[in-house]
């Protein structure tokens, strides 16, 4: 079950919880501005669900409170960044800032971070480039639950890529996962007592598996996995493994950090981020090339629909109607996660009542 | 049936007949590269079994011998060309060469072109970039076949991506469309009566369709068509869609020519590419960054196989060693292309018993 929270006051919340270990108030902000844009954008797996984790994180030293990046080399159009273990969304907002400035200056800014933590959703990062009227990707590394083609051991991260672009009257905001699904949802599978569709998941032998216990229990043991994007041989899973290894290289390769398969469940990891982003100035006036994405957009809107659907999707619509209806209307908040926070709130000393007195 | 064709004898026959119809030699030549490098990777359709195409498109003047590439726009990391409708992979050589030389200087080189024709494998050019110890991504819009999720018409090419890296001992070379086949996949289940497996096509009301003529018709008619890398919602197709999109921003939208929407199947089209060329030295010492990539990719071929399998490949080996094979020992070519490439030479006034002649 689950309870509605308000968005200023659980933003409150989650400062003052950051703020207990360290930070100072500008650090608290962002970093819970990431955690909730999760929210607001629908995708619960990546939101305050998982303060749990980042306290856990925190607690055991794997995040350092007071690490500051260090640029290893830089170019005009580039920067190397070593994260010290820093909190993953300061890394990631740092180093899309960094980006940003370079893409300003230079037409491209490429950076790419070692040793940072999650940073969360990889479209935020993107997102931000969009507000500068710029294009951007985002990706990073994480830990490894992707199997191979013709593998049955996880080698690869979920590794998501994110894809942003101005467009009017929406931007275009791309974030997925290069496996089929994310492991959340075959968390949600398994919740709900539902097999697995075909082409998401394999077991220790290689061997295409619907049991989603089956499934997680192989993920925690380091044997079977997900499968990369695109499924099974027949279906050219062999791409999203492909994608998978580009979000490798990007990240933990060009940095200098973990790949995602040194990388184990359940325990802080070294993760790797890159943020590409380009002035699409350079190549033809900009409100020219806006005008022709965005007539390309509303080109796929109007195409005819399937039968049994009334809406073609662009990317991001989703979520910035989603982010529109809960930043008003408050968003979904599991009791277990509510439990989780009452526990970190005890273990701070911060009197959440101000906080869940405000529980729609 | 199929015949078995020597590799340099063929080259010869390829440059005349792109000769007669005005090219230069050194353009022929690497028209020929270009065409024939396909057979040698092992992928016939896009081979010399399209050389009808190319010389239906010069008789035609859908590709116009003699157009020179236009530069419209230059920075130190970017330039946008209009091909001015040029062969096709004579201007993604110029464009390919121009990355790579910005690369060169400027770190980063990211070049778009428009007004162009068919440029072949997407992996050729990558391959170039590979050659100069540079990372590379290549790609082109093309044909409308992609029918975006819950709709029921094409309205984004094949749109492929490919992404080359040097490796050791081999590199490595990603060449995918972004929907779930290419179109010469389902033209091969048609041939041999087969249905297409689940998750590949779909029909004019937009419902998946395993009959492998009623989706060929559907293409050429505008109706169905393929779904994007991802297959059925159920197995992520928004994805495949969305990199489909980031193909057509960063060639039509981005340069300025069609997307692929505006293309009709079966006549010369208006096709953009786009070429993003890293110097990889940029992050890190590059024997540091080549090695710790190697490793890693080491690390997959050495991981334990599925049941029932017993290797598992890095994107481009396949190829490598296909190329390995061919050059020595020929390749092979349909009866059906054989008649065309004697009615071409009849038209073309090319004695082709010396090269015929070869045929092993």
Redesign the interface.
């Known amino acids: 079950m689950a309870k509605i929270f308000d968005y200023p006051k659980t933003k409150e919340l989650c400062e003052k919880i950051f703020m207990s270990f360290g930070y100072e108030k500008p650090e608290a902000e962002q970093t819970t501005d990431i955690l909730l844009k999760s929210d607001l954008y629908g995708i619960e797996s990546h939101g305050l669900q998982r303060m749990i984790r980042y306290f856990n994180d925190l607690k055991a030293g794997g995040i350092d409170v007071h690490a500051k990046p260090e640029i ?2 830089e ?4 920067a ?1 960044i070593d994260a010290h273990r820093m909190m993953g969304q300061l890394a990631g907002h740092y180093g899309m800032k960094l980006a940003i400035e370079k893409a300003k200056k ?3 800014g ?1 950076v ?1 971070i070692k040793n940072s933590n999650h940073y969360g959703i990889a479209g935020y990062y993107a997102k931000m480039a969009i507000d500068e009227d710029l ?1 951007a990707i985002s990706m990073t590394n994480s830990a490894k639950n992707m199997v ?6 996880p ?1 690869l991260g979920t590794n998501p890529i994110a ?1 942003g ?1 101005p467009a009017d009257p929406t931007p ?1 905001l ?1 974030d ?1 996962a290069t496996t ?2 994310a492991r959340g949802k075959i968390e949600v599978k398994d919740k709900k007592g539902l097999p697995l ?4 998941a ?1 077991d220790g ?3 295409e598996c619907t049991d989603p216990a089956v499934v997680l229990k192989a993920i925690l043991d380091g044997t079977g996995g997900i499968m990369p ?3 099974t041989d ?3 899973g ?5 994608y998978g ?2 979000v ?2 990007f990240t ?5 950090g973990n ?1 995602s ?1 040194l990388n184990r469940s359940g325990i802080p990891i070294e993760t790797s981020h890159a943020f590409l982003v ?1 002035d ?1 100035g ?3 006036d900009k409100a ?2 806006r005008k ?2 965005s007539t ?2 509303q ?2 809107r109007d ?5 049994g ?1 009334d ?5 991001g619509e989703k979520e910035f109607e989603s982010e529109d209806d809960k930043k008003k209307n408050g968003f979904p908040v599991q009791d277990r996660t509510i439990d989780e926070l009452i526990m970190i709130c005890n273990d701070r000393g911060i009197d959440y009542g101000p906080y869940f007195g405000y529980l729609l």
Chains 1, 2 share one sequence.
């Open positions: 290893l080399r170019t005009p159009v580039s190397t230079s037409g491209i490429f790419t294009f191979p083609t013709y593998g049955k051991r080698m894809i672009m275009f791309f997925a089929v699904v569709p075909h082409g998401w394999v032998n290689g061997n994007l695109g499924g027949e279906t050219s062999y791409k999203g493994y492909g290894i580009l490798e290289l933990g390769v060009f940095a200098g790949t398969n380009v699409y350079i190549f033809d020219a090339i022709r994405f390309f957009l080109q796929l195409t005819p629909k399937a039968d659907h809406r073609i999707y662009i990317h």
